[in-house]
């Protein structure tokens, strides 16, 4: 279940389109992002966070329900307890994944500091390189996974001239992740 670069960013125009049909703030995070900040590698799917509530339940089924496979369950069980949902475009079989905002503070921080990119004839929101390696180091710690930290010294090595570097510095402070951080600056 993948798709190539172009039907990856067919995909994310068309769920773009819907969010904001549906007035649903959201961004794009994950490899997704990664490929937007340095050089691309393969990935399965687009990650999206979206800031809703209960009272979106059904106004999430209605974006996707024509042109994607999902279920009514699926979109209860990520309401109520899962806060995600998995979604595949029906006819590029592209999977996306619908993150729920978290209500942490980094997760509201990281929402708010969201910037636009133009893709397919869209301006499209992206976490920002700095929120993305942070969270790329948060996904690190919990899953010891060497991909997040492969991913991570590529944003990294890619844009060193650019990184905001106090704020890598004061988000790592908060989230207990300044002694990995200080390893890869």
């Known amino acids: 279940m993948s798709g190539t670069s172009g039907e990856i960013l067919q995909v994310i125009a068309d769920a773009v389109e819907r969010l904001e049909k549906a007035d649903i703030p959201y961004m794009i995070s994950g490899s997704i992002a990664a490929n937007i900040y340095a050089e691309p590698r393969f990935t399965n799917d687009i990650d999206i ?6 009272h979106h339940r059904q106004t999430i089924y209605d974006c996707f329900a024509d042109g994607y496979y999902l279920s009514k369950d699926a979109v209860d069980d990520a309401f109520s307890r899962l806060g995600m949902l998995n979604i595949i475009h029906s ?4 999977k996306c994944d619908l993150i729920f905002l978290r ?3 980094f997760s509201q921080n990281a929402f708010k500091r969201r910037h636009t990119v133009h893709i397919e004839n869209h301006n499209v929101f ?7 390696i942070l969270q790329k180091l948060l996904w690190r710690k919990e ?3 060497e991909q997040q930290l492969i991913d ?6 890619q844009n060193d001239a650019i990184l905001n570097r ?4 004061t988000w790592s402070q908060r989230l207990a992740l300044q002694e990995e951080m200080a390893q890869l600056l």
């Open 49 to 54: 966070v979206l800031r809703v509530g209960d």
């Open 103 to 105: 209500s942490d503070e």
């Open 126 to 132: 992206f976490i920002s390189l700095e929120d993305l």
């Open 143 to 145: 899953t010891q996974s």
């Open 166 to 169: 106090e704020h890598l510095s």
């Open 152 to 157: 991570i010294k590529r944003l990294i090595a």
């Open 91 to 94: 006819a590029l079989f592209v």
